[in-house]
T-cell receptor
Framework: TQLLEQSPQFLSIQEGENLTVYCNSS?????LQWYRQEPGEGPVLLVT?????EVKKLKRLTFQFGDARKDSSLHITAAQTGDTGLYLC?????????FGKGTHLIIQP | KAGVTQTPRYLIKTRGQQVTLSCSPI?????VSWYQQTPGQGLQFLFE???????NKGNFPGRFSGRQFSNSRSEMNVSTLELGDSALYLC?????????????FGEGSRLTVL
């Protein structure tokens, strides 16, 4: 069974601060995706990374896929209240797919 | 373009009953997958259907079943409900395999079992 460990589980910071959340596994994935879920809604895809060492930027969000394709990080610069939500990583490959349990992020004004 | 539609949004059942949830995918998406989301276990894969055939199944008991119709709409059924089945059930549609493709989620059906 492929497992994805996300940390921290909860994070509450002030608007304007920077933060990093992590997604780690002992398994190798063909691709890794990050989703954000807001209350009362389904998760929405933020990014897909497929190459070891890949870095993708989406405005203030920077995503990195580990060289060995076992882990990933999401860095947010100058967090805004609109970044509040549950951040989920999803690893996938020929063996199936698995989600981490998520990081609950609260950005306080 | 209309998104993924799930019905009902909320429902309350009692132990031992059964429940059927419905999912209409985005037009043109032939893959539909189902997930159970709970605070303790997070988002867990239930099963995936493509062209009316179940392609993959997660590690859930046989009480959880599903099907897909020729128009790609899907239903999932849970029989003999248990208290632990209380959860948000999410459906997602995709163009590619859900393992690596982008998943488009509905808003979910929140099931409470009393």
């Amino acid at each position: 069974t492929q497992l994805l460990e996300q940390s921290p589980q909860f994070l509450s910071i002030q608007e304007g601060e920077n933060l990093t959340v992590y997604c780690n596994s002992s398994s190798v994935f063909s691709s890794l995706q990050w989703y954000r879920q807001e209350p009362g809604e389904g998760p929405v895809l933020l990014v897909t990374v497929v190459t070891g060492g890949e870095v993708k930027k989406l405005k203030r969000l920077t995503f990195q896929f580990g060289d060995a394709r076992k882990d990933s990080s999401l860095h947010i610069t100058a967090a805004q209240t609109g970044d509040t939500g549950l951040y989920l990583c999803k690893g996938g490959g020929a063996d199936g797919l698995t989600f981490g349990k998520g990081t609950h992020l609260i950005i306080q004004p | 373009k209309a998104g993924v539609t799930q019905t009902p949004r909320y429902l309350i059942k009692t132990r031992g009953q059964q429940v059927t949830l419905s999912c209409s995918p985005i037009s043109g998406h032939r893959s539909v997958s189902w997930y159970q989301q709970t605070p303790g276990q997070g988002l867990q894969f239930l099963f995936e259907y493509f062209s009316e055939t179940q392609r993959n199944k997660g590690n859930f008991p046989g009480r959880f079943s599903g099907r897909q119709f020729s128009n790609s709409r899907s239903e999932m059924n849970v029989s003999t409900l248990e208290l632990g089945d209380s959860a948000l059930y999410l459906c997602a549609s995709s163009l590619e395999l859900p393992n690596t493709g982008e998943l488009f989620f509905g808003e979910g059906s929140r099931l409470t079992v009393l």
